[in-house]
C-alpha cells in the first residue's frame, strides 16, 4: 500500500498536516491517501470546540483520549486529517472547523468542492 500522489488541493505538494499529534491514514503526518482509505482522511482540519463536541455528537469522538491505540485525544488548534465527508457534513451544519489548504490531499476535491474548501482556508 503506497500512498495515492502526495498533490494538495492547489496543485502544489501536499504539505505537513501535524507530527503531534501524529495524523494521517498511513500516520506519517501528512493527508495522503489510497485505495485502502475508504474514509478519505484527506482535509488537514484545523480542530476546534464546537466542531469536536458535534464529530463526538455524531458517534466519531475525536476529543477522548485512547491510550490503547496511542490516541491522546485532539484539542481546539490541533491539526487532523479529517475525512472529507465528515467535514462536508460539518460544513452543511455550520460548524466546519478551519482548513490547511495546502496540506489538504487534492483527494478532497472528490467528495467536497474547492470553493467550500477555500471558505472554510486557515488563515483567511
Sequence with gaps: MKPDD?????????GLCSID????????GQCNTCAQDA???TVCAV????????????GNDLST????????????????CLCAARFLQAHDEGCAPQVDLTS?????????????????????
Design 47 to 58: 480542530m476546534t470546540a464546537e466542531f469536536l463536541a458535534f464529530s463526538k455528537y455524531v
Design 39 to 41: 474514509g478519505s482522511h
Design 65 to 80: 483520549p485512547r491510550p490503547e491505540f496511542g490516541f491522546s485525544g485532539l484539542n481546539a488548534g490541533d491539526k487532523w
Design 21 to 28: 499529534p501524529l495524523t494521517g491514514f498511513f500516520r506519517d
Design 104 to 124: 489538504t490531499h487534492q483527494r478532497a476535491l472528490d467528495i467536497v468542492p474547492l470553493h467550500v474548501l477555500q471558505e472554510h482556508a486557515h488563515g483567511t
Design 6 to 14: 502526495s498533490i494538495n488541493v492547489l496543485g502544489g505538494p501536499l
